[in-house]
């Protein structure tokens, strides 16, 4: 017990210099969701056919969804006319070439025609990157807000203690992808019942290495158009320009369900559901569905 004290101990002063600077960012939205039920939709090829499904009656998606990524390049984003819109990743404040256009389309389709209080919500390390992508977005339509995360993580301590970080705000499951950040989300704002779309996450299917040595990846997603085809796959974390080693992405992959775990240890903290929509999804954390 002695020892078990000690370590968390040494594990809070380690989580505390590592959420230096200490400035913690304010969910306007927290706990406002109680009783309502949340819909995490991410970009995953099996999305299209929810999407479809939505079409013809048979999905119920309304305002209290969560789209991701580059989703408002798909006129469902306008139609659903979602409150919540996360981005995590560096491409979306640089010139990231692979995908320059379509993020500065996206951008553009916000800023003209969101006519609803659409929260922003940017998951990143640092202020200065916040900085970065407000800038470099050029949006200035007043009915989108952008959201400041504490992307900040303390995997290692005791549950109870954790989940109380994690409910305060102030610290969250490293995310991986978008769609462990869309989760979060909706269970701090309260959403009892969460159901989970286009969360495939069977990309390590998708790889390969060319004769380069480079990662290769089919990236597909819910708006491709035409077949998808092996790309170099570039590593937009960093400063050179360069495709993800292997090992690199097998961890990112790591990450990613280790904290689709976490999130569902903390469902179950809050007394809430995530249930897993996505037809022959990889994810073994939560609680399945076919299609809902």
């Not at 389709?109 to 919500?121: I, R």
Request: glycine fraction near 4%; proline fraction near 5%.
């Amino acid at each position: 017990m002695i020892k078990k004290i000690i370590r968390q101990s040494e594990l809070i002063l380690k989580y505390i210099f590592r959420a230096f600077p200490w400035n913690f960012h304010k969910f306007p939205l927290i706990n406002k969701f109680k009783n309502k039920k949340a819909y995490v939709l991410v970009n995953g090829p099996s999305l299209k056919k929810a999407l479809e499904d939505f079409d013809n009656g048979l999905n119920k998606f309304d305002s209290n969804s969560f789209f991701v990524n580059l989703s408002p390049l798909d006129p469902h984003f306008f139609q659903i006319k979602p409150k919540h819109f996360c981005v995590s990743d560096p491409m979306f404040y640089q010139d990231y070439l692979p995908k320059m256009d379509q993020i500065r389309k996206m951008y553009d389709l916000l800023d003209n025609n969101v006519d609803w209080d659409l929260y922003l919500y940017m998951c990143f390390e640092s202020d200065s990157e916040y900085d970065k992508l407000i800038k470099y977005s050029k949006i200035k339509n007043p009915k989108i807000h952008f959201i400041r995360m504490n992307r900040k993580h303390c995997s290692d301590l005791y549950p109870s203690l954790r989940h109380w970080l994690y409910k305060k705000g102030w610290f969250m499951p490293e995310d991986g992808t978008i769609a462990n950040t869309a989760i979060y989300l909706a269970l701090i704002e309260g959403y009892k019942e969460i159901e989970l779309y286009g969360a495939d996450h069977n990309m390590f299917l998708e790889l390969g290495v060319n004769e380069n040595n480079q990662l290769c990846s089919l990236d597909s997603h819910f708006y491709d158009q035409g077949k998808p085809k092996m790309k170099v796959f570039k590593n937009p974390t960093i400063s050179e320009d360069r495709a993800f080693r292997v090992h690199e992405f097998l961890y990112v992959l790591y990450v990613m369900f280790y904290s689709h775990n976490l999130l569902r240890q903390f469902a179950d903290y809050l007394g809430a559901r995530i249930i897993n929509c996505t037809p022959g999804s990889m994810i073994d954390s939560y609680e399945r569905k076919t299609g809902c």
